[in-house]
């Protein structure tokens, strides 16, 4: 009984006795709904540095909103939304238009992003606030943020299911979906979309700086569990579940910073998925009699 | 196929002009692939061979001339892209790949009815990969993945097939039986258009050859555009642009 009692509360019981707990663990989830199957789609497009690059390029708008209104997510969500998406565009334009690689250019315009960014909050704002910017404020979550956060990662779920056809095609075989008149641009603007939308969604939990970290470890750990493409974002989703509730609960009960737990959460299960994933390391050096055909 | 096979169309193409930073690629190119011909385009690397098929499916814009595709939609075409443009490594299944044939059908938004599912298996049937459904892509050999393609352009089921280098690094019963499908598509009256670099390949296989060095050397009859003198004039292109190039002397002339 009292191990069951121990279990329960270094697991449960946080959850149960705190609104701010609770709404912190909803806020993840939401998170690695959506979150999990744009980043599985960054890492197999190998855009999973266009996803850092993209988190910080929103600094400068969300620090806008900031000026602006204060920590209000809407404000600040808006702003970083309306940079994340120029970026966005701005980096495909002259990737498409001139000899400059997607990555070099998402690279030039999210470092004057980020500059910008921090020169804007720096003028107005004191160390705090950046903080605040930068790495977030999970345990903060009020309702408002977290109908933001569920908002997105729905429309994430929808916008997905309705073009993963042509999405799918596009990255696997674009030459291909250009010559049957399948417009790839138009896919890979509304997937640029989705990436901005849920860095959004994670940087008032995360902050800027991290809000990538619940995209891309969980994709890249699910790459360890599944082969399939659905199972890989399912993976991705269930193992950003885990490190919310992982990170969450070591914050509650250590008192360090609760979103970089949360993350360090996540890298701990892809190193665990790395060693002994289905696909991991050990399970492919086991020595096993081969088969005969 | 349970259905009949559309016949070819064919495609003019008038001064066709492609350029890369202003430096052509495909030169000045006149002449027509006839409804239903059988034709292969070679040339030494960088003769344009395959940007002029990426002209033909209408990716590619021109930068002069025209391409007349006898009223038919480019995006009707079949494509077969060089394997080296597309990802092996995605996790996608055989079907899913071949499935992708059926776009014209089913758009972004249209399921797969069970007449469908039954083609696309058919399809890999046709492509002696029965049973591979379910494989991943990423486990195939180069030759098995080159027939999930063929299957996804049966699937196509296009009046014009362009295949850019089909038979690149794979061996030789799988060029046996994909060739043998490229006649059959030929005999059935579509209009098939292959690069290729295999030159007895080309003179056993394909009646029509167009030989390119950016310029086309020469077109029509295979025997006749395999001549000596015009495989030393196309092997004689200079591989790399001049920097110091001036402006075209053919376009200047146009201007004025």
Redesign the interface.
């Known amino acids: 009984m009292s191990l069951l009692t121990t279990v329960y509360d270094a697991t449960l019981a946080p959850f149960v006795d705190f609104g701010f707990m609770r709404r912190a663990l909803v806020a993840c989830i939401a998170l690695g709904l959506g979150s999990g199957p744009v980043g599985v789609l960054l890492m197999l497009r190998r855009m999973s540095l266009v996803g850092d690059a993209m988190s910080h390029a929103v600094l400068p708008g969300a620090a806008v909103g900031f000026l602006v209104a204060g920590l209000s997510l809407p404000a600040m969500g808006l702003g970083g939304l309306i940079v994340g998406l120029a970026v966005a565009l701005l980096s495909g334009l002259v990737s498409r238009t001139t000899a400059v690689r997607e990555d070099a250019s998402f690279a030039s315009f999210y470092l004057t992003s980020l500059a910008a960014g921090v020169l804007i909050v720096s003028l107005k704002g004191s160390s705090v606030d950046l903080l605040h910017v930068l790495f977030g404020t999970i345990l903060a979550i009020d309702q408002d943020a977290l109908y933001l956060i569920a908002g997105i990662s729905s429309l994430t779920l929808v916008l997905l299911a309705l073009i993963y056809r042509p999405l799918v095609m596009e990255c696997f075989d674009p030459g291909f979906l250009r010559a049957v008149g399948g417009r790839g641009h138009l896919y890979h603007v509304l997937f640029l979309l989705l990436v901005v939308l849920n860095l959004v969604a994670g940087f008032q939990s995360l902050g800027t700086l991290m809000a990538v970290g619940l995209m891309m470890l969980p994709a890249v750990a699910a790459r360890f569990w599944a082969v399939s493409l659905p199972g890989m974002m399912f993976s991705a989703m269930l193992v950003a579940f885990l490190a919310g509730v992982i990170g969450l609960n070591i914050s509650f009960h250590t008192g360090v910073a609760s979103g970089p737990t949360i993350v360090l959460s996540a890298s701990g299960i892809y190193l665990l998925s790395f060693l002994f994933g289905r696909l991991g390391i050990v399970r492919q050096r086991l020595s096993r009699p081969h088969l005969a055909g | 196929m349970s259905c009949p096979d559309p016949k070819g169309a064919p495609i003019h193409l008038e001064n066709l002009t492609i350029t890369y930073q202003r430096h052509p690629a495909v030169h000045h190119v006149t002449g027509s692939f006839e409804a239903g011909s059988l034709t292969a385009i070679i040339g030494p690397n960088g003769a344009g061979k395959s940007t002029l098929i990426?002209a033909l499916?209408?990716?590619m814009a021109a930068s002069e001339g025209r391409i007349d595709r006898a009223g038919m939609?480019?995006?009707r075409?079949g494509?077969l892209?060089q394997a080296a443009?597309?990802?092996r490594s995605?996790?996608?299944?055989v079907f899913?790949?071949v499935a992708?044939g059926d776009?014209?059908r089913?758009g972004?938004?249209g399921g797969m009815k069970r007449q469908d599912v039954a083609r696309a298996l058919d399809a890999l049937d046709k492509v002696g990969l029965g049973g591979f459904e379910q494989r991943?892509i990423s486990e195939l050999s180069s030759g098995q993945f080159q027939r999930v393609l063929f299957a996804r352009l049966l699937l196509?089921d296009a009046p014009v097939i362009l295949l850019d280098e089909p038979f690149n690094a794979i061996d030789e019963r799988t060029t046996r039986d994909l060739l043998a499908l490229i006649r059959h598509w030929h005999e059935h009256g579509r209009t098939v258009i292959a690069v290729l670099h295999d030159m007895s390949q080309v003179r056993q296989c394909f009646p029509q050859t167009l030989l390119m060095a950016r310029e086309a050397i020469a077109w029509g009859a295979t025997e006749d555009v395999l001549q000596e003198h015009n495989l030393r004039r196309a092997n004689m292109m200079e591989e790399s642009w001049r920097e110091d190039a001036h402006t075209c002397a053919v376009h200047e002339e146009a201007r004025t």
């Open positions: 990426k499916t209408g990716t939609s480019a995006s075409y494509y892209p443009e597309v990802d995605f996790p996608l299944s899913d790949t992708m776009w014209h089913l972004v938004f991943r196509q």
